[in-house]
């Protein structure tokens, strides 16, 4: 017995993908999720973002209610990530919003032109 098989088309679920992200975009996006992974760096730029001027590491410790030095690894892991800059003015180091590395950031979530 002879049976015919109907023809089969190519299942629309192994089109191409676009993907416009090298591994060192990968990279550098999961390094900003992991600056932003912990809560009380979440709270450092929420408080740069809320301030004008360049914020002093001495001014950030009683607000987060964090020792010096925990403040200081914190702000190192988000300047790491491009998240902020980094200014010595004497012994002190003062914080600001890095805008250029802030707005790579938000790029990772512009969902303009995307197929949603």
Known sequence: MNVDLPQLTPVECCRPLDDD??????????????ALS????????NLLVRN??????C????VLGLAQPTVS????KLVQAGLLQREQRGVWAYYSL???GLERA??????????V
Request: aromatic letters at 4%.
């Open 21 to 34: 992200m090298t591994g060192e975009d990968a990279e550098a996006t999961a390094q900003v999720f992991k």
């Open 38 to 45: 912990d809560p009380a760096r979440v709270r450092i730029v």
């Open 52 to 57: 004008p001027e360049a914020v002093c590491v």
């Open 59 to 62: 001014d950030l410790t009683p």
């Open 73 to 76: 690894h914190h702000l190192k």
């Open 98 to 100: 890095d805008r250029d």
């Open 106 to 115: 938000a790029g990772i979530f512009d969902l303009e032109g995307a197929a």
